[in-house]
């Protein structure tokens, strides 16, 4: 599916709803406000999403921000109203909050917060969550705050990346819940770094990738290529479940 905004379905949606499955992305930051905040707004209904032919809408939570409550409370209603018009919902299950970041630790990407993130968005009904590969993990005990299980560090992760990317799995209702993992800014290595994250997901049991930057800020050709190669990892049959 391509994941767009409102704006965007409606400029196009008359043209190629019935060709292309769109996602449309119901709310996002207007990045206008001085200072910038990390806040979701909503940018239009799911009716209206219905309406222009959308097979899905998509949603964004900055778990652990101030306005966090309110997204929460708008997503859950916004996700009831798409499944009753037989809409599939993705959510895009990310952290935001200073704190979280500590001596020189971004636990932004930690797996036991990302975790309890996916858990949330499961909890509100997402068919899909969007999470950022884990890179570390013990967020709740390096920042000091939430509830957790030492099994959590001894038993069910490692530092291995497959194992914290399992335990964003395993936070999905055990996968029930699929999990895509978001393939990144766009940077000097974007083949390989697209790949790579392809090959983790597909190994820690997860169900694809969501790549936006790394393909469509760069030619037609090359993007198409960087995301057949994607598509080839989970095409595949040697790779499989770690």
Known sequence: AVATTMGVLASVSRKYAHKVPFIAKVNHNELLTYPNKFDQIMFGSVEEAWN??????GATIYFGSEESNRQIV?????????????????LWCYLRNNDFKKDGVDYHVAADLTGQANHLGVTLQADIIKQKLPETNNGFKAIGFGKTNEKVYSELTSEHPIDLTRYQVASNYMGRSGLINSGGASGNNDFADAI?????NKRAGGMGLIVGRKSFQRPLKDGVELLNAIQDVYLNKEIDIA
Not at 74 to 90: C, N
Not at 196 to 200: D, E, F, L, N
């Open 52 to 57: 222009f032919g959308a097979a899905g809408i």
């Open 196 to 200: 790579y994250t392809a090959i983790v």
């Open 74 to 90: 708008e997503v859950a209603q916004a996700f009831e109203r798409a499944h009753e018009l037989g809409m599939f919902t993705v």
